[in-house]
């Protein structure tokens, strides 16, 4: 019997191209180097004193430039070696250095990073398995306070012992085992909510985690003698950098930027950690299991698909990201207050996945780093220039985040529901059937962009859900996301 | 290829026995009481008018209900209580009345997923990649291939599910059900909008799986000449009750199937003369 | 013969049987250790309690009306309907301020006030369903109008707080109600006042008027039937459509009233005032089973009860409670506790009934 290789494609890496272009290699090349020039010398040169209250957003501006290096590293056709190489530069040469210079920067990676972390966890659990949980956030909380309270005074405080307290909580080294204990443990919560909760229905589901994302919050503002309340956990320990200490004398950095410095290399390892889990994960069994259970419940099972084990798994390696995430967020923020955890950042995590394509890794990274830039640096930079133009102080865009969030995702569902860079899975499923026409409403809606398909699959109606012998709109199964 | 006979199958050896099988949706009883004893390795129907209950007795064999009363045997092994997927494990397969693809994925990935139950390398195995891993995902590519050429579809692996022509569609379910490995396999209106040559090449198929894969099949079919011609054996519901069962002969010339079909005081009409 | 409309009943599982037991087995320890040793303050306490709770539940229980019409004929959660209650109570703000100073009856300024609230909330309602959701009715992926529902609950929020801080420069906005509405009456042990009664009131006009339209009249009907099966309805000749327009006008309206009683009752409001309301009347739509008219009133009057229930009894109890009671603890719960009781006891209903109190449990045909 022939063994021949199916040729099974996989959505998420960029397919097999040709040959890579000498001009698209080149012009990464001169890219690269001039969006970092641009955003060193913006940095370090004076000029930004010149510019008054234009400087926040110039630095934005540059900022955001120097970043899309990295997009196009990835979808331009130049020669791999190149690309990973200019990656490599970007985000372990000039960043660091840009963020040492202004760390403002080096803080704003390192939300990237983690945030970006968060949304690739939340990516398994609604971009695979299509399981709608709004209170992702339970479990970076999860993470956090773990080793807020192990690595702090709090710890002391709890145990009624001065000496903890003193010395911060446990040595700070125990960082590396918390970074374990936050994977565990938040899967550890992951299934216990996932029993209870992921026999139910897609909209039930929402709002059971939505509630349960609530309930961490409240207990942490609470539950004071553990948590510290409302005023939240000070005095975080970050890991001791002693070992490579000389590094940082080296490099004349101060304690505390060579700790971030550590800290965000922590994060891109952690990243690419959990990109490789993703993509191990979803081109197995039990990420098709995933994918199965979140195209057709009822065939996933038919087919031995075991739906509430599949899910749990999904609910918990997504939470076990998110863990590890918080507990790296306390070491770099060191203090956190109950209020980083909120229904808000739930949807913001939510919005990153949906804004880059829902079971899309580069697209989460890309929505992570366009919704974490928006929102913490790129409004409060056009307020600060906006407000010496006299723009009254009911328009600042700074205090309307909400606003452009909604407005993200209202035009992103109505325009690109399948995100920035979908799959190509999630792009043919989002334009599979053909738009008849329907004047009142009744068969399925007047859609102009041509999403037609019976609305909702598992709903109350005694309608048979029609096997569709339509002819799908042929859109190219050699369709690439990657590709140019 | 073995003929079919119209002999009732009593000595063979059962595969799976249901036994007084009964469902009630609130007021109305959709499955009253069913029997049917399916000998291996044969292909048996189950006919009978639209809303006679088919449907929801394949439902309950697969598990998606649990039935109010009775009991399902497959090779001895009690099946009522079971999870669908449990019953999948056990070795029951199915296909659905109306296409139930991943439409999304591409024919291969069916498969895969067809493969599910019988795949060995788990969660930690698929994260480190270990070598039961890459074993087990080798062996179900060759399940898969195997199995697409089998149903006539070995060149399309690639492709979109959803993309595939309509008759397509229906073989690559089949194939999917035949991946899980089962003993059985139930096929709910397998030729449902098919033209007479596509039937055809079905019946010939559900044959093979028979003759070549030596599982058994169960049909529900509307289409009589090709019950007629493919079954060993046919019962026949009509509101929920068995009315009928025997060889395609004597089903055919039974005057309550008749009247079932075509109400009472029709002649015996076009199905006496179907050959 | 056409299969029953009733939906299949199940013999009663083990787990339910479990979760009654467990029940009663709670109650009995609760009315042991708590109820009799705190009688007397319990006594005090509980009508206030009762009728406060009934207050804010009517309250929810008309916001949870619509977000569960809305389910009922698209499937869809509107979360932007927290932003309609929201702008109702802005609008009812306005209503009042705008009258504050004319010598026209009270009665008739809370009239003019509902009447706009409930004009411009369905009006918005309508559009914020023709916008954001028609052209997503076909998407075959469900997340795609939840989706668009958070975005459009986001952006109203922002948008509603920008009128206000332009119009009158101001955040928070408190009611200026007539001196009428803020009489004192004794009712029984028990002293509300007068708005609370106008409250109650209008809940019930409101909640009358809506059985009569859903059930009594032909629009009624269409909604139904457009509820049950949009198809078939559209067959009968039914316009989908308009009746989707329709239903989204009569929850904006809802919307609104709930606004315009919520700001009488609480006295500030703000453009983020419908956040938490929202989440709670949704929580009791579900609780009493989504789509279901009954059930939203139902679940509505519980969780208001509930609440008051957990924010003011609990931790009066525990504190009059002996230091060696079990149940001393109950003294630590703070208020702030009852805003996610809601969620516990919803969480554990539908563990135990997955469609919710008074839901139908739903079978897909295969």
Redesign the interface.
């Known amino acids: 019997m022939t063994a021949a290789k199916p040729p099974l494609s996989s959505p998420l890496r960029p397919p097999p191209r040709g040959s890579s272009t000498p001009q698209a290699t080149i012009l990464l090349i001169v890219y690269a180097l001039v969006t970092s020039g641009l955003l060193l010398w913006v940095v370090s040169s004076g000029i930004l004193d010149n510019l008054g209250n234009f400087r926040s957003l110039t630095i934005s501006l540059s900022f955001a430039a120097f970043l899309t290096t990295l997009f196009f590293a990835y979808r331009w056709n130049a020669h791999p070696v190149v690309k990973i190489l200019v990656a490599a530069v970007v985000l372990l040469v000039v960043l660091p250095i840009a963020g040492v210079a202004n760390s403002s920067l080096l803080g704003l990676g390192l939300q990237i990073g983690i945030f970006a972390a968060l949304a690739l966890g939340l990516n398994i659990v609604v971009g695979l398995a299509g399981l709608l949980d709004l209170g992702y956030v339970a479990f970076f909380a999860t993470g956090a306070y773990i080793w807020a309270i192990y690595g702090s005074p709090q710890l002391g405080k709890i145990l009624g012992n001065p000496a903890l307290e003193a010395s911060k909580g446990l040595p700070g080294g125990y960082f590396w085992l918390f970074l374990f204990l936050g994977i565990a443990v938040a899967a550890l919560v992951g299934v216990l909510i996932g029993l209870p909760v992921l026999r139910l229905r897609g909209d039930y589901l929402a709002i059971v985690t939505l509630g349960l994302g609530e309930v961490i919050r409240v207990l942490a503002n609470n539950l004071t003698p553990l948590t510290n309340g409302p005023i939240g956990i000070v005095d975080i320990q970050r890991p001791p950098t002693g070992l490579i200490d000389g590094i940082r004398s080296g490099f004349n950095l101060s304690t505390s930027q060579f700790g971030l410095l550590f800290l965000y290399v922590v994060v891109l390892v952690v990243i690419g950690v959990i990109i490789v889990v993703n993509i191990r994960l979803e081109n197995s069994r039990i990420g098709r299991a995933w994918i199965a259970i979140r195209e057709d419940e009822i065939a996933a099972q038919a087919m031995g698909v075991p739906l509430v084990r599949s899910k749990i798994i999904a609910f918990a390696t997504g939470a076990s990201f998110a863990g590890v995430m918080g507990v790296i967020y306390s070491a770099v923020q060191t203090s956190i207050t109950p209020e980083s955890f909120t229904f808000f950042a739930s949807i913001g995590v939510l919005s990153m996945v949906i804004l880059g394509g829902m079971g899309s890794i580069p697209g989460v990274i890309l929505g992570a780093a366009v919704v974490t830039l928006l929102n913490l640096d790129f409004l409060a930079a056009l307020s600060e220039a906006l407000s010496s133009l006299g723009l009254p102080n009911e328009l600042d865009p700074a205090k309307y985040q909400r606003f452009f969030f909604g407005l993200i995702l209202l035009l992103m569902m109505i325009f690109r529901p399948e995100g920035l860079m979908p799959t190509t899975r999630r792009k043919l499923e989002l334009h599979l059937d053909d738009a008849p026409n329907d004047p009142d409403g009744s068969a399925s809606g007047d859609h102009g962009s041509g999403d037609i398909g019976t609305f909702g699959k598992s709903e109350p109606s005694s309608l048979e859900t029609t096997g569709r012998i339509s002819n799908p709109v042929p859109s190219s199964t050699q369709n690439r996301s990657g590709g140019n | 290829m073995a003929p079919i006979t119209s002999a009732k199958p009593t000595t063979t050896k059962l595969v799976l026995e249901v036994s007084a099988l009964r469902k009630?949706?609130?007021?109305?009883v959709?499955v009253n009481d069913v029997t049917l004893e399916v000998p291996r390795s044969s292909i048996v129907s189950v006919i009978g008018p639209n809303?006679a209950g088919k449907?929801t007795f394949f439902?309950m064999i697969?598990g998606?209900?649990?039935p109010?009363g009775g009991s399902i045997n497959l090779d001895g092994k009690n099946l009522v209580g079971m999870?669908?997927?449990?019953v999948?494990?056990e070795g029951i397969?199915?296909t659905?009345?109306?296409?139930?693809?991943?439409?999304?994925?591409?024919v291969?990935?069916n498969l895969?997923?067809?493969r599910?139950?019988?795949?060995k390398?788990?969660?930690w195995?698929?994260?480190l990649?270990t070598k039961k891993?890459h074993k087990?995902?080798a062996e179900?590519?060759?399940a898969?291939?195997?199995l697409?050429e089998f149903v006539g579809l070995g060149r399309k692996?690639?492709?979109?599910a959803?993309?595939l022509p309509?008759g397509d569609q229906r073989r690559l379910e089949i194939a999917?059900?035949l991946?899980?490995n089962p003993k059985v396999v139930l096929l709910d209106e397998p030729t449902a909008?098919m033209n007479p040559n596509e039937t055809e090449a079905a019946k010939a198929l559900i044959r093979r799986i028979r003759d070549e894969l030596g599982v058994t099949v169960v049909l529900i079919e509307h289409d009589m000449r090709l019950v007629m011609t493919l079954s060993e054996y046919i019962t026949v519901l009509d509101?929920g009750t068995k009315i009928a069962e025997g060889s395609p002969k004597e089903v055919r010339n039974n005057p309550r199937v008749i009247e079932a079909y075509l109400g009472r005081g029709a002649a015996a009409g076009e199905y006496g003369k179907e050959g | 013969m056409t299969q029953a409309a009733a939906p299949p009943k199940k013999p009663i599982s083990p787990r339910s049987i479990v979760g009654w037991v467990v029940l009663a087995l709670i109650l009995v320890f609760f009315t042991v250790f708590a109820v009799i040793p705190a009688w007397d303050i319990l006594a005090a306490v509980m009508p206030t309690v009762i009728v406060q709770g009934l207050i804010l539940g009517f309250v929810i229980a008309i916001i949870a009306l619509g977000y569960t019409m809305v389910y009922g004929v698209l499937q869809l959660i509107n979360f932007a309907h927290s932003e309609v209650f929201a702008t109702g109570a802005v609008v009812g703000f306005e209503a009042f301020t705008i009258l504050q100073n004319s010598p026209i009856n009270a009665y008739l300024k809370l009239f003019i006030a509902l009447l706009s609230a409930m004009t411009v909330c369905g009006l918005l309602n309508m559009l914020i369903e023709r916008v954001a959701y028609r052209p997503l009715r076909g998407a075959s992926n469900k997340l795609v109008p939840l989706i668009s529902a958070i975005g459009v609950s986001f952006l109203l929020q922002d948008l509603l707080r920008l009128f206000e801080e332009v119009n009158r420069k101001l955040f928070n906005l408190s009611y200026n109600l007539p001196p009428e509405f803020t009489q004192s009456v004794t009712v029984g042990s028990v002293s509300v006042q007068s708005k609370e009664i106008m409250l109650v009131v209008v809940a019930i006009v409101m909640l009358i008027a809506l059985n009569y339209l859903v059930n009594f009249t032909k629009l009624g009907k269409a909604i139904r039937a457009v509820a049950q099966d949009r198809q078939t309805a559209g067959l009968m000749g039914i316009n989908a459509n308009q009746m989707i327009q329709l239903t989204f006008l009569i929850g904006g309206a809802l919307g609104g009233v709930a606004g315009v009683l919520y700001g009488m009752q609480y006295g500030t409001v703000n453009a983020y005032v419908g956040i938490l309301p929202g989440i709670k009347s949704f929580t009791a739509a579900v609780l009493g089973g989504i789509g279901s008219i009954p059930g939203a009133v139902l679940g509505g009057l519980v969780l208001g009860l509930l609440e008051q229930f957990i924010g003011s009894v609990l931790s009066l109890v525990g504190s009059v409670l002996p230091a060696d009671n079990p149940l001393k603890f109950l003294e630590a719960i703070k208020a702030e506790y009852k805003d996610i009781g809601a969620f516990i006891v919803l969480i554990i209903i539908l563990i135990f009934k997955p469609a919710g109190l008074l839901g139908r449990a739903t079978t897909e045909k295969v």
């Open positions: 009630t949706f609130g007021g109305l959709a809303g449907t439902n697969t998606i209900y649990s109010d999870r669908p997927d449990q999948t494990h397969a199915r659905f009345q109306n296409i139930r693809l991943f439409r999304a994925m591409t291969g990935e895969l997923v067809g599910h139950a019988r795949l390398a788990g969660y195995d698929a994260l990649h891993f087990d995902e179900g590519r060759e898969a291939q195997i697409l692996s690639g492709e979109l959803g993309n309509y999917r059900a991946a899980t909008g509101y």
